[in-house]
T-cell receptor, first 114, second 109 residues
């Protein structure tokens, strides 16, 4: 595809369940970012991958959040034991090398925790 | 104090007016991004700056590294420019991003 894709586009889950969000970056983009935007709030950085490595995981809100990237391509963001405060739009972006170049955003996954 | 401050928070303009949105930051950065988020939620990167000035169509972005300040200008504004404009900085030494709260621009016909 031409752009960054994310799936699912919408996810409704019950409190306490685990969810997995997927991001397919643009082919050849070595950097991949996960962000979160809660309702009516600004964007919040979660984690950054350079290749398959995430040098800094301190942006993840809690230890219920984890992310991985395999093959330098697809990334998954997993939230365990979801809470209502996890409800937000989760956005993925990718950028080509070198670091710091323009980021291309996916459409986001809207997560609702009931 | 937030690391990235934007002003104004909200801006209403008449079609054709010249628009300026300001961004100040307090951390060392390697780059600054201006993003546009339309009402449907999609985000588009408008500019990535590390120095000087960039122009794309009616949009101009400038950055002053010494003063830690950037501006986004829209000339001859149009209702389709109505969106939230977000300033984001890529922190020097890391690759994490810090975001301003956004400026909601409404351009009336």
């Amino acid at each position: 595809g031409a752009g960054v894709s994310q799936s699912p586009s919408n996810k409704v889950t019950e409190k306490g369940k685990d969810v997995e969000l997927r991001c397919d970056p643009i082919s050849g983009h070595t950097a991949l970012y996960w962000y979160r935007q809660s309702l009516g709030q600004g964007l919040e950085f979660l984690i950054y991958f350079q290749g398959n490595s995430a040098p800094d995981k301190s942006g993840l809100p809690s230890d219920r959040f984890s992310a991985e990237r395999t093959g330098g391509s697809v990334s998954t963001l997993t939230i365990q034991r979801t809470q209502q405060e996890d409800s937000a739009v989760y956005l993925c972006a990718s950028s080509p090398p070198p670091p710091g170049t323009t980021q291309y955003f996916g459409p986001g996954t809207r997560l609702t925790v009931l | 104090k937030n690391e990235v401050e934007q002003s104004p928070q909200n801006l209403t303009a008449q079609e054709g007016e010249f628009i300026t949105i300001n961004c100040s930051y307090s951390v060392g950065i390697s780059a600054l991004h201006w993003l546009q988020q339309h009402p449907g939620g999609g985000i588009v990167s408008l500019f990535m700056l590390s120095s000087g000035k960039k122009k794309h169509g009616r949009l101009i972005a400038t950055i002053n590294i010494q003063e830690k300040h950037s501006s986004l200008h829209i000339t001859a504004s149009h209702p389709r420019d109505s969106a939230v404009y977000i300033c984001a900085v890529l922190r020097g030494g890391n690759n994490d991003m810090r975001f301003g709260a956004g400026t909601r621009l409404t351009v009336k016909p």
